[in-house]
């Protein structure tokens, strides 16, 4: 079995193709970061464009790292939900004109199912029951994950995700986009106590939330005071050592909420996993504070590998699940950018 699946769903075009037993034979990441840098974020517009442009030749890359040619492939697969909705429709087009044109089916992946499911391809173990936390640009979201494409919401942000609060701190701090690296990079300099930044809900261990925009206030205060606009400017004139103990104290905050929240959702749940995906699981002081706190309470925990972390198409692998089910789509299937399918 052969599966090509593409994935569009905010700014990196990826396909990979899987094989037998979740074996990788091919896949490729085209970043989209350098033409939404000097923008602090993600244009959906700009995205939408560049994935138009690189679709194709990800797809040949792709097929020729795996030494395969499209005739080969059993199904194609493509994540459809959630994402920006011009940059979903990109994939979307390519899948359903490669399933028309080949004769194979179509099958549908959600993006945030898939990022857990990178645990299961990387590990080679079933994780599954499990909490999944899943910490991107666009989500910082706790799930009761009963089976791969079984998920139950038990929370999530209720402003900004974990990975736009360190893409937005890091515009402040005058640090290059995405924010999640160059804050961590920055932070290894820093001292996580210098400030008592707030951990938002942490307190509430029944309710299964996150906030992170009274933190990025609080970062804001610490540059400009109340009311007073551009923090990147006054962040320019400070010392680098004041930088760094900054993005070190944010970066701790933002980790400790994670962190606690995840260890809240693993006691709540009575499950004895939990598996984690997203951008910011690449975060290094997240992944060891999250690490002994697994020790510490006795859970298993997959973390995603770095590679698979941010956006790529190898957490497509979900579709084997649906491929070995039969659930496979009609061409006409639509995107789906907000809802989150179960
Ligand atoms: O999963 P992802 O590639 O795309 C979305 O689906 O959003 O996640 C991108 C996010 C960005 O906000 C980026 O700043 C963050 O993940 N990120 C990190 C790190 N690497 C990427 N955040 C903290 N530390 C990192 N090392
Ligand atoms: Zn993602």
Do not use: W
């Not at 959906?44 to 030749?57: D, K, M, N, V, Y």
């Not at 701190?169 to 300099?189: D, H, N, S, T, Y």
Request: net charge negative; aromatic share 6%.
């Amino acid at each position: 079995m052969k599966i090509l699946a593409l994935e569009t769903t905010c700014d990196e075009t990826a396909a990979a193709v899987i094989g037998d037993d979740l074996c990788v034979l091919g896949s490729v990441v085209a970043s989209q970061d350098k033409i939404h840098e000097r923008f602090g974020g993600v244009v959906p517009e700009l995205a939408s464009r560049a994935h138009l442009e690189q679709i194709l030749p990800v797809i040949d890359e792709t097929l020729r790292r795996s030494g395969i040619a499209l005739t080969d492939l059993d199904a194609i697969a493509v994540a459809n939900t959630p994402g920006l909705a011009g940059s979903l429709l990109v994939g979307l087009a390519a899948a359903k004109a490669l399933c028309f044109a080949l004769g194979k089916p179509l099958i549908a992946v959600n993006h945030l199912q898939a990022h857990v499911y990178a645990c299961k391809v990387a590990f080679k173990e079933d994780p599954f029951p499990c909490v999944g936390l899943i910490v991107s640009g666009g989500h910082s979201s706790l799930y009761r994950c009963e089976a791969p494409t079984d998920f139950t919401l038990l929370g999530g942000t209720i402003d900004d995700a974990a990975g736009e609060a360190f893409d937005k701190v890091a515009a402040m701090l005058g640090l290059p986009f995405p924010g999640g690296p160059a804050i961590q990079r920055v932070a290894e300099k820093g001292r996580p106590t210098a400030h008592a930044f707030p951990r938002s809900l942490l307190d509430e261990p029944e309710r299964l939330a996150f906030s992170f925009s009274g933190l990025k206030t609080a970062v804001r205060y610490k540059l400009v005071g109340p009311g007073k606009s551009d923090p990147a400017a006054a962040a320019a004139q400070l010392p680098e050592k004041e930088i760094a103990d900054l993005a070190a104290s944010f970066q701790e905050a933002v980790v400790d909420c994670l962190v606690g929240k995840s260890v809240q959702a693993v006691r709540q749940t009575g499950l004895t996993t939990l598996c984690v995906g997203g951008g910011v699981a690449a975060n290094a002081r997240f992944r060891q504070k999250m690490e002994s706190a697994a020790r510490k309470h006795g859970f298993r925990l997959f973390i995603a590998p770095l590679s698979l972390c941010t956006d790529n198409a190898v957490m497509g692998a979900i579709a084997v699940e649906r491929f070995k089910a039969g659930l496979f789509e009609p061409l006409d299937l639509d995107v789906f950018p907000g809802l989150v399918r179960g």
